[in-house]
T-cell receptor
Framework: KNEVEQSPQNLTAQEGEFITINCSYSVGISALHWLQQHPGGGIVSLFMLSSGKKKHGRLIATINIQEKHSSLHITASHPRDSAVYICAALQGGSEKLVFGKGTKLTVNP | SQTIHQWPATLVQPVGSPLSLECTVEGTSNPNLYWYRQAAGRGLQLLFYSVGIGQISSEVPQNLSASRPQDRQFILSSKKLLLSDSGFYLC??????????FGPGTRLTVT
């Protein structure tokens, strides 16, 4: 069992829909990252959070430390949001990121 | 501002050939540097990380090696590539050990 599990693996939505991607982890962490990987492969860091909630534009990330669960939400989704979204847990006391396998999001116009 | 470069962007190499991928960071000093691999159908996996010149930690036993000859240069090498070495290789840097910044990546196909 992977230490970081994401769901769903694939997600197709219509433009304007509210999107939720989930991440569960089994390791003790000091922080959790949400990353966006574009079709060309480049990766952009969206959020790093260790508690509570962060918002940037239409993106919202939340984390529940007790339940070892994080969610990434996209409001008013747009085709340009189509990408692979990756959750990565920074193991407590180390600098090692453990990655989920990613969620491929396709937003249709 | 800080910038991270990787080259080449894509590479096709035959089995048994050597490999050298380069990563350089600009605009910062003494960063922690990381090599990750994303194999087809699998998540990103940490291969090596370095906290300083000549200091390399290996996470996964394999036929790859890493070197850090200069503060802002990180090199991934192999003497003989295997088919299983195909994948997308990402370099990343960090100052705090928490927030990491990724390079554009190198897509390696071993034939």
């Amino acid at each position: 069992k992977n230490e970081v599990e994401q769901s769903p693996q694939n997600l197709t939505a219509q433009e304007g829909e509210f999107i939720t991607i989930n991440c569960s982890y089994s390791v003790g962490i000091s922080a959790l990252h949400w990353l966006q990987q574009h079709p060309g492969g480049g990766i952009v860091s969206l959020f790093m959070l260790s508690s509570g909630k962060k918002k940037h534009g239409r993106l919202i990330a939340t984390i529940n430390i007790q339940e070892k669960h994080s969610s990434l939400h996209i409001t008013a989704s747009h085709p340009r949001d189509s990408a692979v979204y990756i959750c990565a847990a920074l193991q407590g006391g180390s600098e090692k990121l453990v990655f989920g396998k990613g969620t491929k999001l396709t937003v249709n116009p | 501002s800080q910038t991270i470069h990787q080259w080449p962007a894509t590479l096709v190499q035959p089995v048994g050939s050597p490999l050298s991928l380069e990563c350089t960071v600009e605009g910062t000093s003494n960063p922690n540097l990381y090599w990750y691999r994303q194999a087809a159908g699998r998540g990103l996996q940490l291969l090596f990380y370095s906290v300083g010149i000549g200091q390399i930690s290996s996470e996964v036993p394999q036929n790859l090696s890493a070197s850090r000859p200069q503060d802002r240069q990180f090199i991934l090498s192999s003497k003989k590539l295997l088919l299983s070495d195909s994948g997308f290789y990402l370099c990343a840097w960090s100052l705090t050990g928490r927030e990491q910044y990724f390079g554009p990546g190198t897509r390696l196909t071993v034939t």
